[in-house]
């Protein structure tokens, strides 16, 4: 699993990190923390900031 893309889909959609933050309703000190993999990605978690950018886990978080 590689959140590399993670922030270049945030950045794409013009979006900021207390922008997703705020729509998972978590800080934005944690939502930083799990872009950078400093903190683990749960599944749970996983699918909500999917569901944000309305595509699946795998096709933001998984390498084909």
């Known amino acids: 699993m590689t959140l590399e893309r993670l922030k270049e889909l945030r950045l794409s959609e013009g979006m900021t990190l207390k922008d997703i933050a705020e729509e998972l309703n978590i800080s934005l000190e944690y939502y930083w923390m799990l872009e950078n993999e400093k903190r683990k990605l749960s599944y749970e978690m996983a ?10 886990p795998d096709q933001i978080f998984f390498n084909y």
């Open 47 to 56: 699918c909500r900031i999917a569901a944000i950018f309305q595509k699946t």
